[in-house]
């Protein structure tokens, strides 16, 4: 993707992959906090104008009419969206959109539009809080530049130190691949110290997106504090990787949340979205066989518990936050109808090839 200097520019196959990933989690995510905590904020880091130059809804309209068509919005508490932008004639050309768009709101959704560097602005408004001695409402943070400068590690830090944050970030890998040699100080920002410096740079191009990966997400934990992270790789029409989305979170229904959302792009779970597909579909309307990773995750579930007996709770937990698979019922049906069966399920009366939480699943050594 070349730098983007237009006040709007024609919509990519893979921003609206993105953009499924994030509708889907949204729908999820709204309901679920704000019903809890009453109240929570949405925000958007790189806003942009709202519109693409073929008149598609770009991620503030995505949000806000997500919140408004859910089919629960009436059990919603407040939502605040804050929409940041840096260029001038972004914003402005998203205040006319929204305005546009929504000439009204229900009295529970506001929003509002800031001029200005997403680091800046949060570290002001993070600063302000803490200053009156508040917290931040639980947050989903939507971190989509065009480069890598302007969200540094130190910030993500900052907004991950309050609770019930999650964060969604586009890591662009093409950037940082492109420039690392002669962008040092700006990547010591992005991965919050100079440690990547210290180890040679794979030649290899596998290798090397996984060295500047792995480096990413290392940091996310160790210096961000975030526990559980999730990407999804986002490929151009010429095989490349472009970006990735790097999803983090503290809490395990987060992940639950959030992996859902990504195999409505990719049901195959692989995570990963190519433009030399056909762009007017994903890999969800390939429904010939949805479930097909089942026996891997299966596997992978027998492997780590074999000759333990564990509650269903601590198997999904694992499944959700430890591997890339969904947890669905039907990974221990499979385990129950091989031949040898290699789960014994102990508890209460069920139905058939379910496992309700109050069971206990005896992984047979054989």
Not at 109 to 118: A, D, R, S
Request: glycine share 6%.
């Amino acid at each position: 993707m070349a730098k983007i200097t237009s006040t709007i520019w024609p919509k990519d196959p893979h921003t609206e992959a993105k953009h499924v990933i994030l509708e889907n989690h949204l729908k999820a995510w709204f309901p679920i906090l704000s019903s809890t905590f009453g109240r929570v904020v949405y925000l958007d880091g790189f806003a942009g104008p709202g519109v693409y130059s073929k008149g598609e809804e770009g991620s503030p309209v995505i949000s806000l009419r997500t919140a408004i068509n859910h089919m629960f919005n009436k059990k919603f508490g407040d939502i605040t969206f804050a929409f940041i932008e840096k260029e001038p004639k972004r914003a402005e050309k998203l205040k006319e959109v929204l305005k546009e768009k929504f000439p009204t709101l229900p009295p529970n959704l506001t929003y509002q539009v800031y001029n200005g560097e997403f680091a800046a602005t949060m570290e002001e408004t993070l600063a302000s809080l803490e200053k009156d001695g508040l917290k931040l409402a639980p947050t989903f943070a939507f971190i989509d530049p065009f480069g890598y400068r302007h969200f540094p590690m130190k910030t993500i830090a900052h907004l991950m130190s309050h609770e019930r944050c999650e964060v969604l970030i586009t890591f662009m890998y093409d950037y940082v691949n492109r420039f690392a040699e002669i962008q040092k100080d700006a990547l010591n920002e992005l991965f919050g110290d100079d440690s990547w410096q210290k180890n040679e740079i794979p030649k290899d191009p596998k290798l090397r997106k996984d060295f500047f990966l792995n480096h990413y997400e290392s940091h996310l934990k160790s210096i961000a504090g975030v526990k559980y992270i999730r990407t999804f790789e986002m490929i151009r029409n010429d095989g490349h990787t472009e970006y990735f989305l790097v999803f983090g979170t503290n809490h395990p229904k987060g992940m639950e949340v959030m992996k859902n959302a990504m195999y409505q792009a990719d049901s195959r779970g692989l995570y990963r979205f190519s433009d030399r597909e056909d762009p007017s579909q994903t890999y969800l309307t390939n429904v010939d066989s949805p479930d097909s990773w089942i026996p891997n995750a299966a596997k992978v579930v027998y492997e780590q518990f074999k000759g333990k007996k564990v509650g269903v709770p601590s198997i999904k937990d694992f499944v959700w936050t430890r591997t890339r698979f969904l947890f669905k019922s039907g990974i221990l049906g499979y385990l129950e109808i091989q031949n040898p069966p290699k789960i014994k399920v102990h508890g209460r009366k069920r139905s058939g090839l379910n496992y309700p939480d109050r069971c206990i699943i005896e992984f047979n050594s054989v």
